[in-house]
């Protein structure tokens, strides 16, 4: 998509804090962290959420994400949001996981 900003950061157009890049997945920092640690990953594919996505690529794709969250968890926890449609406050129609870490979280989230 070229008006997309997380196709742009998937295409180095724009800079991100860059975590982790695959073929499948890129990793990046949030540019407005909710946490000590908040990364963002993105599959390489545009779509805007898990249910859009092509079949053929989501099982690599979701495998890519587990693997991730492994690399970027802390060891007190970690909590993984993904903000789908309206009401969940999506803001960028571009599917992201977000993996935010080093700090005590509350529940239910707002
Ligand atoms: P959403 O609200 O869609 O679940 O999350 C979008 C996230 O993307 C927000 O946390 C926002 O701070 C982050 N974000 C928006 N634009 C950019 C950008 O250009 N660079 C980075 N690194 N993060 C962004
Ligand atoms: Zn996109």
């Given at each position: 998509m070229d008006d997309c900003i997380f196709c742009k950061i998937v295409r180095r157009e724009i800079p991100a804090d860059e975590a982790y890049r695959s073929e499948t997945a890129v990793a990046f920092h949030d540019l407005?962290?909710?946490?000590?640690v908040h990364v963002l990953v993105v599959p390489t594919v545009h779509a805007p959420g898990i249910v859009e996505l092509p079949n053929d690529a989501s099982v690599a794709m979701l495998a890519e994400v587990a693997h991730v969250i492994g690399l970027v968890a802390e060891p007190a926890g970690h909590r993984l949001v993904v903000n789908s449609g309206d009401h969940a406050g999506q803001s960028v129609d571009h599917l992201h996981f977000h993996i935010l870490s080093g700090r005590q979280m509350g529940w239910p989230p707002g």
């Open positions: 407005n962290p909710q946490a000590p």
